[in-house]
């Protein structure tokens, strides 16, 4: 069973950057699409980006200047960096699969909040 | 950019009844390329619908998927009481991945 888990610091100063890792355990990451997803407060969803099993990358228009998502096969996990932070960055960020067949995001991490505040 | 417009906003029906949401598209979503998601407060989203008809693992048989172009719905035949939650569509066809704003699915 595929399992998702998002890490990383829970407070973010704004201007600075965040950073948050995902574990991916029982499944290889030499294939399918990885992607991170976020949701502000009370608010809708909101698809930030993914990387592919080969590295490439695909990111939202509105975030792609302030993204970077990376992958370490070695270590199971990807990442996402996102710089010069406001409030409106304040979410839930979650990080999900995706596959050639089921191209649906499934599963997702249960998620972690990140605020952005001084 | 696709821009997905859900109705209603909320739904307010009773256990047993069946549930009808709508996800109507900016402009054709190609091959289908559309998914439905269930989120209960708190939780991650769950994948229900992909290819806007196929069930995702695990899915009841009472979830079903339909439309095609630019309209699209999500049907619940006989409501449960956990089936009561936050409901959203995605499209896949082109990049961005967007979402709906969401259908909110409440007890009458």
């Known amino acids: 069973q595929v399992q998702l888990q998002e890490s990383g610091p829970g407070l973010v100063k704004p201007s600075e950057t965040l950073s948050l890792i995902c574990t991916v355990s029982?499944?290889?990451?030499?294939?399918?699409?990885w992607s991170w997803v976020r949701q502000p407060p009370g608010k809708g969803l909101e698809w930030i980006g993914y990387i592919s099993y080969r590295g490439t990358t695909n990111y939202n228009p509105s975030l792609q200047s302030r993204v970077t998502i990376s992958l370490d096969t070695s270590k199971n996990h990807f990442s996402l960096r996102l710089s010069s932070v406001t409030a409106a960055d304040t979410a839930v960020y979650y990080c999900?699969?995706?596959?050639?067949?089921?191209?649906?995001?499934?599963?997702w991490g249960q998620g972690t909040l990140v605020t952005v505040s001084s | 950019e696709i821009v997905l417009t859900q109705s209603p906003g909320t739904l307010s029906l009773s256990p047993g009844e069946r549930a009808t949401l709508s996800c109507r598209a900016s402009q054709t979503v190609s091959s289908n390329y559309l998914a439905w998601y269930q989120q209960k407060p708190g939780q991650a989203p769950r994948l229900l619908i992909h290819g806007a008809s196929s069930r995702a693992t695990g899915i009841p048989d009472r979830f079903s998927g339909s439309g095609s172009g630019t309209d699209f719905t999500l049907s619940i035949s006989r409501l449960e009481p956990e089936d009561f939650a936050m409901y959203y569509c995605?499209?896949?066809?082109?990049?961005?991945?967007?979402f709906g704003q969401g259908t909110r699915l409440e007890i009458k």
């Open positions: 995605q499209q896949y066809s082109i990049s961005p991945r967007t």
């Open positions: 999900a699969r995706h596959t050639i067949v089921v191209r649906g995001f499934d599963p």
């Open positions: 029982g499944a290889s990451m030499s294939s399918d699409y």
